[in-house]
């Protein structure tokens, strides 16, 4: 899959900082090397709502002028959520914080940054995850459970922790808006 990205240079502050989000138009093409190409080009508009990016809008697109049209089951097919998710993660349109500005997201916590309980390591690596999978568009509690082994009810306790605690703060806003001071 080629993608191809066009965005405003503004963006979001996610998470009380510890994340941005750029929107963008994102454009994906099949190319030879897709598993199930689609015959179509895909265009997507991404933005961030209630802290994760979300497509805002999606068009299918003929790739030539003698190309078949695009039926209701090819539509069906086109993988919203897995696109929105390699946009933010792997394109970069969700960063994190660097010493040099913002950069790729890192390496997710190790299976094991739970088994001590509770502590501030842990509870920041918790809440670094949750904000990069709810930013990626993806459900951090399905995430905690398939590749950490954390029960939904076990990370909802961790989450009430990590907010009351406020190592997980849910604000978000415009980066311009910062710039202006109004934040």
Same mark, same amino acid.
């Given at each position: 899959m080629l993608m191809a990205i066009e965005g405003p240079p503004d963006g979001w502050?996610? &998470?009380?900082?510890? @994340?941005?989000?750029?929107?963008?138009?994102?454009?994906?093409?099949?190319?030879?090397?897709?598993?199930?190409? @689609?015959?179509?080009?895909?265009?997507?508009?991404?933005d961030v709502i209630d802290g994760r990016l979300s497509c805002?809008?999606?068009?299918?697109?003929? @790739?030539s002028e003698d190309a078949p049209g695009i039926s209701t089951e090819d539509l069906r097919r086109i993988p919203v959520a897995s696109y929105v998710r390699?946009?933010?993660?792997?394109? #970069?349109?969700?960063?994190?914080?660097?010493?040099?500005?913002? #950069?790729?997201? #890192?390496?997710?916590p190790p299976p094991d940054f739970a088994k001590s309980g509770m502590t501030d390591e842990a509870l920041d690596q918790f809440a670094r995850l949750y904000a990069i999978v709810q930013a990626a568009g993806g459900k951090p509690s #399905?995430?905690?459970?398939?590749? &950490?082994?954390?029960?939904?009810?076990?990370?909802?306790r961790w989450l009430a922790t990590a907010r009351r605690r406020r190592v997980l703060v849910e604000d978000h806003y415009r980066i311009e808006e910062a710039v202006r001071g109004q934040r």
């Open positions: 502050i996610l &998470y009380g900082g510890r @994340l941005s989000a750029t929107p963008a138009t994102v454009t994906l093409t099949p190319d030879d090397e897709d598993k199930d190409p @689609l015959n179509f080009e895909v265009v997507m508009d991404l805002t809008r999606v068009a299918a697109q003929r @790739l390699l946009a933010a993660l792997e394109l #970069g349109l969700v960063r994190e914080p660097t010493d040099r500005g913002w #950069g790729q997201v #890192g390496p997710l #399905g995430v905690l459970l398939n590749d &950490y082994g954390m029960p939904r009810a076990t990370s909802s």
